[in-house]
């Protein structure tokens, strides 16, 4: 690929935070990145992409969503709108809907959200169940989300289901014994979500324990809805990232920075929901490490383009255009520990975007505008 005007790299070696490049180009060998450099030095290829001027950044890397879903949960939306506060309850209205659908309907559902995303630039996704919250529902959400995404995370912990509202204790062990088991083979991260209305940090622990002790890496949604114990508890255990993490104290933010745990904002949230944005200017500055996802689900944050959420990080938490790129690709990227996407250095999978635009501030610069021109995903062109 040639004629590149702005080549985002994300080079961690690069002298600017995206490894910007100029007037450049990219050889692609076997799906992965074979060379980069100045267009006017590009090697012989077989098939040579001329861009004319347009800007390249690596394919969006979405670490959290919820796509395994069934119903409609515009109405709540538009309470909410009208004045209505967001409280978790909502999430048993989709659990109701998920658990009467079958399985060819939740296929469709994730096939159909896979496909906007990838229009949208997305060409690596996390994806949880979490609306099924019975042993059948949750193994079964998971084995569909394996079909499209190797990144798939088992959120029995999302909330207790209706039937058991009064025992939370016996569906903590169902969630940690037989659902686990039957869920473990279909997925690579455990969740729960840690807050008020869901789960303690007690139940947490003994959630994510359960889920390591059968090889299942861990992560947290916590301090959404209010401060709260789970930025502390995903730091004292390690984890890779904790989501969400819209109300933080200083102790939060200390030890964020000190164990390097990830930060994921989901602003589509806070835009649905009409909640404070993250402050995440607070975070950058402090050193701590924040990624940008959608976590695109029925009821908060129904969106799975994750330019949009780059043009409200910008707007509304602070970020530079390159923060949020960043956020969006690199650090999305280490939220999930991968290190083979979310750049194009030598070696790196060649997923990429093309922008029908000459940078990439215009993601922020034109929100709502589909810039996406073209999108690759193992040196493959998919759109």
């Given amino acids: 690929m040639t004629g590149i005007g702005e080549l985002v790299t994300n080079d961690p070696g690069a002298a600017d935070l995206l490894g910007l490049r100029h007037d450049a180009a ?26 004319g001027g347009r800007a390249v950044l690596p394919g969006f ?24 506060p967001y409280a978790a309850g909502g999430i048993r209205t989709t659990v109701a809907a998920t658990r009467a659908a079958t399985d060819e309907q939740l296929t469709a ?31 079964r ?17 999302h909330v207790v289901p209706a039937e058991l509202a009064d025992d939370p204790a016996a569906y903590v062990d169902l969630v940690t014994g037989p659902m686990l088991e039957a869920a473990a083979p279909h997925a690579r991260w455990i969740d729960v ?4 209305g869901a789960f303690d940090a007690d139940q ?21 809805l209010g401060p709260g114990p789970g930025v502390l508890l995903a730091a004292e255990l390690g984890l890779g990232a904790v ?33 404070p944005y993250p402050d995440a200017r607070r975070l950058l500055d402090a050193g701590v490490r924040v990624a940008l996802a ?39 990227a280490a939220a999930l520990d991968r290190d083979d996407v979310g750049r194009l250095t030598v070696g790196a999978r060649a997923d990429l975007v093309v922008l029908d635009a000459p940078s990439h501030v215009h993601l922020a610069y034109r929100p709502g505008v589909p810039l996406v021109q073209a999108v690759w995903v193992g040196g493959r062109q998919v759109v």
């Fill in 26 to 51: 990219l050889l692609v060998e076997r799906g992965r990145v074979a060379w980069v450099g100045p267009a006017e030095s590009a090697p012989a290829a077989d098939l040579r992409v001329d861009l």
């Fill in 61 to 84: 890397v979405d670490s959290h969503s919820h796509l395994v879903h069934a119903g409609d949960r515009a109405a709540e939306f538009e309470a909410r709108m009208a004045g209505r």
């Fill in 109 to 139: 559902t994730v096939a159909r959200l896979v496909a906007e995303m990838r229009r949208q630039g997305t060409t690596t996704l996390e994806t949880k169940s979490g609306y099924g919250l019975t042993v059948r529902d949750e193994a």
């Fill in 141 to 157: 959400s998971l084995a569909v989300a394996r079909q499209f995404t190797e990144e798939t995370t088992y959120l029995g912990a």
């Fill in 193 to 196: 979500f840690c807050e008020t």
């Fill in 204 to 224: 947490a622990r003994a959630v994510l324990a359960a889920g390591a002790a059968v090889g299942l890496r861990g992560r947290l949604h916590a301090n959404q």
């Fill in 243 to 275: 989501d969400h993490c819209t109300y933080l104290t200083d102790a939060d933010v200390d030890a964020l920075r000190e164990t390097g745990t990830v930060a994921t904002l989901l602003p589509g949230v806070e835009f649905s929901t009409r909640q």
């Fill in 294 to 332: 959608s976590d695109c689900n029925p009821g908060s944050s129904f969106t799975s383009s994750m330019a949009f959420c780059i043009a409200l990080a910008v707007r509304e938490m602070g970020l530079t255009a390159a923060e949020a790129v960043h956020a969006a690709t690199a650090v999305g």
